[in-house]
């Protein structure tokens, strides 16, 4: 399959799209140039990062595909609008956000669902639906976070999640952590409460 390369622009400087399977897609290399490493060290940075979050990200946000390089033919990794908000979230670089936002707009237009285009978004409305993105593909790729996710809407303390999911306290706080990081989940305002509360009730049943 032959991928066309599409020349655009990220903050003044200049990228490559690759388009593959019908949408949109950076490699890696271009990724990291994106989120500002370290010039020569991008590609790498990347897929180190992506390695550390292997397990949440789907076929939907990244792929391995033959470029035809100045060193001649290289299986290459690239990443889809999903993909790239995924890495947009895990970097935690300063240009994150901007990053997001790209990937957003840029990235999402080859695909098949409608998007919004730049001159239609109302302020906010973009990272509305970057959240909204990002939280059902990392859901979906996580079905434990989802549970929780679930669970914690309804109400329900750390330790009563931990009682259906068959967990610790501790392990239901690690996970939400890492909910937390990723943008899933806004720490709550009475989260020291909530979490007096759980003690008490794994106490109280310990007893």
């Known amino acids: 399959m032959t991928n066309q390369l599409i020349s655009s622009e990220f903050l003044g400087e200049s990228i490559t799209i690759v388009e593959?399977?019908?949408?949109?897609?950076?490699?890696?290399?271009?990724?990291?140039?994106c989120l500002g490493y370290s010039?020569?060290?991008?590609?790498?940075?990347?897929?180190?990062?992506?390695?550390?979050?292997?397990?949440?990200?789907?076929?939907?946000?990244?792929?391995?595909?033959n470029l035809?390089?100045?060193?001649?033919?290289?299986?290459?990794?690239i990443f889809s609008d999903t993909g790239c908000i995924k890495l947009g979230f895990f970097a935690k670089t300063k240009i994150?956000?901007?990053f997001r936002n790209?990937?957003?707009l840029k990235l999402?237009?080859?695909?098949?669902?409608?998007?919004?285009l730049p001159d239609a978004v109302r302020p906010g409305q973009v990272e509305e639906v970057q959240a909204r993105r990002a939280r059902e593909e990392l859901l979906k790729a996580?079905?434990?976070?989802?549970?929780i996710a679930k669970y914690i809407g309804m109400g329900l303390t750390g330790a009563e999640i931990g009682l259906l999911l068959k967990c610790n306290v501790a392990t239901i706080r690690k996970h939400r952590?890492?909910?937390?990081?990723?943008?899933?989940?806004?720490?709550?305002?009475?989260?020291?409460?909530?979490?007096?509360?759980?003690?008490?009730?794994i106490a109280g049943g310990a007893k």
């Open 20 to 33: 593959h399977a019908g949408r949109r897609w950076l490699t890696s290399e271009e990724a990291g140039k």
């Open 39 to 65: 010039v020569g060290e991008e590609r790498r940075a990347i897929l180190k990062l992506y390695k550390r979050h292997k397990d949440e990200f789907t076929e939907q946000d990244v792929a391995v595909v």
């Open 68 to 77: 035809t390089t100045l060193k001649g033919d290289r299986q290459t990794h």
């Open 96 to 98: 994150g956000k901007e």
């Open 102 to 104: 790209f990937a957003s």
């Open 108 to 116: 999402a237009i080859a695909r098949e669902e409608p998007v919004l």
């Open 142 to 147: 996580k079905p434990l976070w989802n549970r």
């Open 177 to 201: 952590r890492r909910m937390e990081a990723c943008g899933l989940l806004k720490p709550p305002a009475n989260l020291a409460r909530m979490r007096e509360l759980g003690f008490t009730l």
